[in-house]
């Protein structure tokens, strides 16, 4: 029976899966092959996170997922806006209350949606646009927002 068994593990390995056709004018992958990655998530800490909660919910239109608690504290907040997920942080503020937030980072989302409609909806929300919407210098269209702890987000209209 064993030999049985190591025959056809032979027989199994020995196939080989069937080569992926290249869409046409797409070049061949370099080697080593480098990293592909199907999706992000970012994670931001925040000085008030009940205030950044409200902003990204209430504001941008953000759903609520997880909450994570630690002795009864909310201590993050996941948000959902189609395929993308934000993390919201409560700052520990170990590194001190004073703390800057935001410096060197832009979070770019694109959607299918209308700029104006997502642009007035934020207005009416309450919130303010940084810029936009309108064409960027590199033919996008977009807007700016930025959140409470000065994180800058920019939304493009995807084609």
């Known amino acids: ?25 797409r070049s061949t992958r370099k080697k080593p092959e480098s990293l592909r990655l199907r999706e992000t ?31 009864g504290a909310v201590k993050g907040v996941q948000l959902k806006a189609g395929a993308v997920d934000l993390m919201l942080n409560q700052d520990d503020f170990s590194k001190g209350h ?22 007035d909806l934020i207005r009416e929300r309450g919130g303010a646009l940084d810029y936009g919407p309108s064409e960027t210098p590199w033919g996008d269209r977009a807007f ?9 987000i920019t939304v493009v209209e995807a084609p």
């Open 144 to 152: 700016g927002v930025i959140d409470p702890d000065g994180y800058k």
């Open 41 to 71: 998530s970012f994670s931001l800490t925040v000085g008030d996170l009940e205030k950044s909660l409200a902003w990204y919910r209430d504001v941008l239109g953000f759903t609520e997922g997880e909450r994570w608690e630690t002795d």
């Open 98 to 119: 004073d703390r800057t937030k935001g410096v060197g980072i832009r979070l770019w989302f694109s959607t299918a949606q209308s700029l104006e409609f997502l642009a």
């Open 1 to 25: 029976m064993a030999k049985k068994k190591k025959a056809s593990a032979k027989k199994t390995s020995a196939k080989k899966t069937p080569a992926k056709k290249r869409a046409p004018g």
